[in-house]
Antibody
């Protein structure tokens, strides 16, 4: 079955960087976009950006431009999200989600299990 | 920037119909989708392209979208439907989520 398996929880100090991985299985990795979404505790969902694993093309939410980089290693069907200059406000669960395209729109399914990133001094 | 507005909470009695709305400018032109998120779990897609249910989602879930408002309807609501629900749409090449609605079944 289609699965996205993310790396484990991270604790980082302010100003550091974090890199979260998302390993895809059960489908051809390069055939579907990969998106990253985060959720602070008790808050809503916030989209960060997307990547086309085939071309490597990316797009980022304006809020994260310059701080986030999404990359991939197609040989191991894994995508990565790196966030730099971490602040306490970046403490959140980070999700990867596969993008699916239809005739009219795109949607996210499935989602990874989430990776908790804690930023604390 | 584009915004999607949802009511913070909706309450429904078991067996009754719950309606969760999502408001956005010209949302009827954007084919939004809906996610269900239970406590401590990852979001799950329950509706896409306005009114299409993914496989495995019960028939009691339905969707509609017209004008500026999309609606997720749960008929015969069950206790297992208690969760946060998020609408989501695309604005050009940017993804926008609604703020989420907590559905309480009591």
């Amino acid at each position: 079955q289609v699965q996205l398996l993310q790396s484990g929880a991270e604790v980082k100090k302010p100003g550091a960087s974090v890199k979260v991985s998302c390993k895809a299985s059960g489908y051809t990795f390069t055939n579907y976009d990969l998106n990253w979404v985060r959720q602070a505790s008790g808050q809503g969902l916030e989209w960060m950006g997307w990547m086309n694993p085939n071309s490597g093309n990316t797009g980022y939410a304006q809020k994260f431009q310059g701080r986030v980089t999404i990359t991939r290693n197609t040989s191991i069907s894994t995508a990565y999200m790196e966030l730099t200059s971490l602040k306490s406000e970046d403490t959140a669960v980070y999700y990867c989600a596969r993008g699916n395209s239809g005739y009219y729109s795109k949607w996210f399914d499935p989602w990874g299990q989430g990776t908790l990133v804690t930023v604390s001094s | 920037s584009y915004e999607l507005t949802q009511p913070p909470s909706v309450s429904v009695s078991p067996g009754q119909t719950a309606s969760i709305t999502c408001y956005g400018d010209k949302l009827g032109d954007t084919y939004p989708c809906w996610f269900q998120q239970k406590a401590g779990q990852s979001p799950v897609l329950v509706m896409y392209e306005d009114n299409t249910r993914p496989s495995g989602i019960p028939e009691r879930f339905s969707g509609s979208n017209s004008g500026n408002t999309a609606t997720l309807t749960i008929s015969g609501t069950q206790s297992m439907d208690e969760a946060d629900y998020y609408c989501q749409a695309w604005d050009s090449s940017t993804v926008v989520f609604g703020g989420g609605t907590k559905l309480t079944v009591l």
